[in-house]
């Protein structure tokens, strides 16, 4: 039961460019959305998160838009650098259930010099 | 001085053998999990700990048996390897409820081969 679909798989961007992925979720007790990032070799790390009583947050080139009645979110990285070249994943929770994240399939990103 | 420590990190091994993963974390969080992470890269968790209680158990074969010594220990036992059980193995850790963060703090994996 796939409960947070991830799209696109994988995205290949040029440098300087916009970078987009997008999420959806099926349970509206989810109130917790947090986004990973993962380079090769190394766990999953955060990168910015949002709860739904906002439907935008940004950090630095980083931002994440929310969709509730869509129950949408997506992460747009403006101005990608080959650095951000990673797997990217969008998760969800219920902060009552202790940090239990469900996870997207995650997006392999290539930012191209 | 590693927030989440897991050995070892390459396992390489025979279908029917048993091995363990090991965790630790010094971060003081009173949570930890288990995730299994296929070649797909697909994050599925398997198990969590809350100061030594199991409080989940996804549906895992019961040849993988966790241990939790103490809340900063958290192991990971399998028994009978199978081919399928090729993967990578991340420990994790974070607080608890009561306005936490929802950040878990990841391990660098345990990448485990069955031959």
């Known amino acids: 039961q796939q409960q947070v679909k991830q799209s696109p798989q994988s995205l290949i961007v040029q440098k300087g460019g916009i970078s987009i992925i997008n999420c959806a979720y099926e349970n509206t007790a989810f109130d917790y959305f947090p986004w990973y990032q993962q380079f090769p070799g190394k766990g999953p790390a955060l990168l910015i998160a949002i709860r739904p009583d906002v439907s935008e947050k940004k950090e630095g080139r980083f931002t994440i838009s929310f969709n509730k009645s869509a129950k949408q979110f997506s992460l747009h990285i403006m101005d990608s650098q080959p650095g951000d070249s990673a797997t990217y994943f969008c998760?969800?929770?219920?902060?009552?259930?202790?940090?239990?994240?469900?996870f997207g399939e995650g997006t392999q990103l290539t930012v191209n010099p | 001085d590693t927030a989440v420590s897991q050995t070892p990190k390459y396992l390489v091994t025979q279908m029917g053998n048993d091995k363990s993963i090991k965790c630790e974390q010094n971060?003081?969080?009173?949570?930890m999990y288990w995730y299994k992470q296929d070649s797909k890269k697909f994050l599925k968790i398997m198990f969590s700990y809350n100061n030594k209680e199991l409080i989940i158990n996804e549906t895992v074969p019961n040849r993988f048996s966790p241990k939790s010594p103490d809340k900063a220990h958290l192991n990971l036992h399998i028994n009978s390897l199978e081919l399928g059980d090729s993967a990578v193995y991340f420990c994790a850790s974070s607080l608890w409820g009561g306005g936490n963060t929802g950040e878990l703090f990841f391990g660098e994996g345990s990448r485990l081969t069955v031959l």
């Open positions: 998760a969800a929770t219920e902060e009552t259930s202790g940090s239990r994240l469900t």
């Open positions: 971060l003081g969080h009173d949570t």
